[in-house]
């Protein structure tokens, strides 16, 4: 499919050379989507930049899932709006990604300064809809669910991603989980066909990516077209991925417990460039509230999950989501919580706590007291901190292969990732960026652990 030429939509002078200022909250998605932008608008004349000051435009591409996230958009565009007045006008400000989507028109009303709100899935129409802001008074608004998958309109990727890349193959999601907006901000679930997800993958690879990690919001319920007309789950896409030379380590991110089927379990014995690491989300630990939730499993199928893909790859490390004071949610159903994730041993986790959000089921039942939250919130992360610090010191000693991505805080470090995710910074004068080398894990900090660089002769012998 050829994409439509909206470059012709502009007039010289908005194809003049631009700076771009790109700000990205939430979701490795939103950072994915952000790339994207930059890289469809780079034709057009816009040069990315790392502040706002002076940029003649700015993409703030936003985050609906808690309400922190959203506080944060509108903190953000008041001092904007301060910069936009001092520059003279002269900064069109868009608002893109779940707020965009879930608050368009209220969003136009709270802040008229802003130029353009564009939903997730119209990034593609993003030329022209600046052609239209430059013509148009007031606020222009795309926040529908367009027939065409933006995917199939977007520009190849241009500009390297990192030695860790992001690709994302599935949007959306169709579960509908009693606290969350995702099915109304991303819409409906939806996969990329394989061969343009093999193409893209090829193409990040050739631009320096050695680790690629794959995105969706429900990534393991991937169903692309494949190039022989089948339809492909995650773990051929997988298995295709792994004959892609020069790439060295594959990944995925989020999972659903439901869409664990025997076929990705195995994948995790099999393909050897997948990490023995999985964010496996579970929300909660007691069958009441993920019925509650609508999460369609309950602790012992989760329990059981676990126990097979570690029968499939013992050293798998797992990492999970967890929300606290969901409404129904009793001292007893947060023991539960507890208890599953002291029995299931957790490398890191995120956990949260409950935050309504508007046209969500959940938001309409009555609410847990906030005190109650942020005590159970401070048991939980107490409890998984403790398991974060016991997973890295259990590591101390090993050997693993790490993956040299930068230069770490201080003068004379390199940092990298381990098998298992872990920040690792290693004493080396020399960068080894996008090298995989092996080290001896000597050491643990707060969030990271320290290691020494095996001579390559050492680890022949
Ligand atoms: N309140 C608190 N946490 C939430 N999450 C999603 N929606 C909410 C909400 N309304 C958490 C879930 C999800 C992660 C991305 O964010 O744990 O897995
Ligand atoms: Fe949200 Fe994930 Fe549940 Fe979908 S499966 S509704 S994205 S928490």
Not at 147 to 164: I, N, S, T, Y
Not at 328 to 343: H, N, Q, S, Y
Not at 370 to 399: C, H, I, P, S, W
Request: aromatic share 6%; with cysteine.
């Amino acid at each position: 499919m050829t994409a439509p030429d909206f470059s012709t939509d502009l007039t010289n002078a908005e194809r003049a050379p631009r700076k771009l200022h790109v700000v990205t909250h939430g979701c490795q998605m939103n950072v994915y989507d952000s790339a994207r932008m930059a890289d469809l608008l780079r034709p057009l004349g816009y040069t990315t930049v790392d502040t706002p000051e002076g940029a003649d435009m700015v993409i703030m591409n936003t985050c609906h899932i808690r309400e922190r996230a959203e506080e944060k958009v509108f903190s953000a565009l008041g001092r904007l709006r301060v910069m936009k007045e001092e520059q003279g006008g002269n900064m069109m400000i868009a608002v893109t990604g779940c707020v965009a989507q879930a608050e368009g028109e209220v969003l136009a009303k709270r802040a008229p300064f802003v130029d353009l709100v564009v939903g997730p899935q119209s990034y593609h129409r993003l030329p022209e809809l600046i052609a239209a802001a430059h013509r148009k008074q007031g606020v222009v608004i795309d926040t529908e669910f367009p027939a065409e998958q933006k995917f199939d309109f977007l520009p190849d990727v241009a500009a390297p991603q990192g030695v860790v890349s992001y690709l994302s193959i599935q949007e959306g999601c169709d579960k509908f989980c009693s606290f969350c907006v995702v099915p109304y901000t991303r819409g409906a679930e939806a996969s990329r066909p394989a061969a343009s997800v093999l193409a893209e993958a090829r193409r990040m690879v050739a631009l320096g990516a050695r680790e690629i990690a794959l995105l969706g919001q429900n990534v393991n319920a991937y169903h692309g077209e494949g190039p022989d007309g089948a339809t492909w789950g995650l773990a051929r896409l997988l298995a295709e991925m792994a004959e892609i030379a020069g790439l060295e380590r594959l990944r995925y991110t989020t999972s659903h417990p439901n869409d664990m089927n025997d076929e990705l379990i195995a994948a995790h014995r099999d393909n050897a460039k997948l990490l023995p690491f999985l964010h496996l989300p579970v929300q909660s630990g007691s069958d009441k509230i993920l019925r509650a939730m609508n999460r369609k499993h309950t602790a012992d199928d989760f329990r059981r999950i676990v126990d097979k893909l570690r029968d499939a790859r013992p050293d798998i490390a797992f990492t999970s989501d967890f929300i606290a004071g969901h409404p129904g949610e009793t001292d007893a159903d947060f023991a539960d919580t507890m208890k599953l994730v002291r029995e299931t041993g957790f490398a890191l986790a995120y956990s949260f706590k409950y935050s309504p959000r508007p046209g969500t089921p959940a938001a309409a039942l009555p609410q847990i007291a906030e005190e109650v939250k942020d005590a159970r919130l401070y048991e939980l992360q107490a409890e998984l901190r403790r398991q974060q610090d016991a997973f890295n010191a259990a590591t101390v000693g090993l050997t693993t292969p790490v993956l040299f991505t930068g230069r770490g805080r201080y003068e004379g470090q390199i940092a990298g990732r381990s098998l298992w995710l872990q920040p690792v910074v290693v004493a080396h004068g020399e960068a080894l960026n996008g090298q995989v080398r092996t080290v001896k894990i000597t050491g643990t900090n707060t969030n990271s652990i320290t290691g020494v660089l095996l001579p390559r002769e050492q680890i022949a012998a």
